[in-house]
């Protein structure tokens, strides 16, 4: 058996590799260490809102900074990484070839990640993930917001060559004898979001090259006292940012499209329109860019158009579930651990998409904007949908990378707990937007419900605090001593394995 | 395939018509008038309606599945695709 972390190898040669699944258990590992320090500051933000006023960050700067550093960290050095480990193990894989179409250039993209995340932590910038201008222009301190300004800088750079070797990979080096339409739709998940990454990561480049030079004076891009316009910057930011939402969210239901025709054991419902769907959203994730901008002062029909864009990503996202509903409907389902993560998923997906289409329409969103609202829905896209996914397929892929079984008991405390701080966190946020409170904010009144609903989002957050911990334990205590698990049917589903055992790239 | 692109042209112009139709009735001449944020509202509520209803309907077929087609359930039987080994997945 050729296993990554069974068979021993020195760290270097892992770490040196240029061979698909090395760079891909790179990637891995590496998300889940950001996972975890993401979300530590995730929690030191929960128990400072815990109660009104100062508790234990000194000043409203530093929260700022725990924030900035906490969104950063999780969409670019969790999020995207772990689906990059999940595209670099099985995309090869699936397509039948021998390794990435560029397995160098796929190393080096690795390489860029560490150092852009490094000048992230190191800075500690404060002007949110979205780099507010005029204040990130004008007033925010450096060298941390120039750190992270070329730190994202890096990070985009490495996006971009992923997705070329991505796309080379899947359109140019598949098997003779696949057909594009046969390529399995984990890999389409890819393809798609890869070819969002091209299109919509070069403006954020530009973006960030305009702030820097106005940071620097030389420009007044952004700068109003300069004649610039902020609202631009929104423009450019939002232009790959939105996109970027379904860079993330493909392939996690990529990866939901691989568990649960499986533990269903049925085959999936429709290919075709698990493929559709992706192309489709693909596409519609351009036009909405703008509806994080309706109060900016936009025309009524600028704001219409953005408004329907938006709500054209419903038919898509209602297609994939639709899928999975149809794809369970008379299976014999299999609880375990990636099942119950992926059931989790959709359910949230369609909670948090119920709550994206009360966003897209303006008059709720006037309400809304700015607000714990906001915070909620997209927490619960990127929590409940994507990482849910994510963390399924690591539970699923586990004995594929280990040669190992999990802990399933483990597995599934985890999932559960999850679920339940999941829910407490971001649908309570959703309602205390409703009440009022702004998000970003270090301090608030003591409102007795605003009160009330910090301190149950706070419990969530500590109760999935608890169960990453669980996680953690998990994943290094069974990848060590956990079973050995039978590599051709790992979770006992009677079937073949994802793909043969024996299909697995020699290393190079 | 060709279905499910019929049914999406057939949706997209169901919705999209009427409603470019509301952003530009508001026409210039005098009797025209058309107020723009009632209309939004009334979009907004049939929206939220259409979303609460789909989203019940979705949900509570989503727990029946698991509950119906679980393994341990009485009535659970192999299927189709357990004889040949091959649940294809996405593959």
């Known amino acids: ?508 | 395939m060709r279905n499910l692109l019929g049914l999406f042209l057939v949706l997209a112009i169901l919705v999209i018509i009427p409603t470019v139709d509301h952003a530009f009735a508001a026409g210039d001449e005098p009797g025209e008038y058309l107020d723009r944020r009632v209309l939004i509202w009334n979009l907004f509520f049939r929206m939220m309606t259409v979303a609460f209803t789909v989203g019940a309907v979705v949900s509570g077929t989503m727990i029946w599945l698991c509950w119906r087609f679980r393994e341990s359930h009485p009535k659970a039987t192999p299927t189709e695709y357990e004889r040949s080994g091959d649940f294809g997945g996405s593959a």
């Open chain 1, 1 to 508: 058996m050729v296993l990554e972390l069974q068979k021993p190898r020195p760290v270097w040669q892992i770490m040196f590799s240029t061979h698909h699944t090395d760079v891909g258990l790179l990637y891995l590992i590496m998300s889940i260490a950001f996972l975890f320090m993401g979300g530590a500051l995730a929690l030191l933000i929960r128990a400072e809102l815990f109660f009104p006023g100062a508790q234990m960050i000194a000043d409203s700067m530093t929260f700022n900074r725990i924030f900035t550093v906490h969104g950063t960290t999780l969409i670019f050095l969790f999020l995207l990484p772990s689906a990059s480990a999940v595209g670099n193990y099985f995309v090869p894989i699936m397509v039948r070839y021998k390794d990435m179409a560029y397995p160098k250039l796929n190393a080096i993209a690795f390489w860029m990640i560490p150092p852009g995340g490094a000048l992230i932590w190191l800075g500690f910038a404060d002007f949110t993930w979205y780099a507010t201008p005029p204040y990130s222009i004008i007033s925010a301190p450096g060298p941390a917001a120039d750190m992270w300004i070329f730190g994202l800088k890096i990070l985009g750079i490495s996006s971009v060559l992923g997705a070329i070797n991505f796309i080379v990979t899947i359109l140019k080096c598949k098997h003779p004898d696949m057909s594009i339409g046969q390529v399995p739709l984990l890999a389409w998940s890819f393809l798609s979001s890869s070819l969002i990454v091209l299109v919509a990561i070069p403006t954020f480049a530009a973006a960030l090259l305009m702030l820097l030079t106005d940071r620097l004076g030389v420009t007044g891009f952004f700068n109003p006292a300069m004649g610039g316009d902020p609202i631009a910057y929104a423009h450019l930011f939002w232009f790959t940012f939105h996109p970027e939402v379904y860079v993330l969210v493909i392939p996690a239901i990529g990866m939901m499209y691989e568990i649960i025709p499986r533990f269903s054991r049925k085959p999936i419902f429709s290919k075709s329109s698990g493929i559709f769907a992706f192309v489709l959203l693909a596409i519609v994730s351009f036009s909405s860019w703008a509806h994080h901008m309706y109060a900016t002062g936009m025309s009524f029909t600028e704001k219409t158009v953005f408004m329907i864009g938006t709500l054209a990503a419903v038919p898509a996202s209602g297609m994939h579930v639709f899928n999975f509903v149809a794809t369970m409907w008379n299976g014999r389902i299999k609880f375990l651990t990636p099942m119950m993560w992926s059931i989790g998923g959709i359910a949230l997906f369609f909670s948090a998409g119920a709550g994206g289409v009360a966003n897209a329409a303006m008059p709720l969103d006037f309400t809304t904007h700015d607000t714990y609202w906001v915070v909620g829905h997209f927490h619960l896209f990127v929590m409940g949908t994507i990482a849910f996914g994510t963390i399924g397929f690591i539970y699923y892929m586990f004995p594929y990378v280990t040669g190992r079984m999990y802990n399933e008991n483990m597995g599934k405390i985890h999932f559960i707990l999850s679920f339940i701080g999941t829910i407490l966190v971001f649908f309570t946020q959703h309602v205390l937007g409703l009440y009022g409170m702004p998000r970003r904010i270090f301090d608030y009144p003591a409102i007795p419900e605003w009160v009330a609903m910090n301190q149950i989002a706070t419990v969530g957050a500590m109760i999935i605090g608890v169960s990453m911990i669980i996680f953690l334990i998990n994943l290094i205590h069974s990848s060590a001593k956990g079973k050995p698990a039978d590599i051709h049917d790992p979770f006992g589903l009677g079937g073949k394995y994802y793909y043969p055992f024996e299909s697995k790239n020699p290393h190079h």
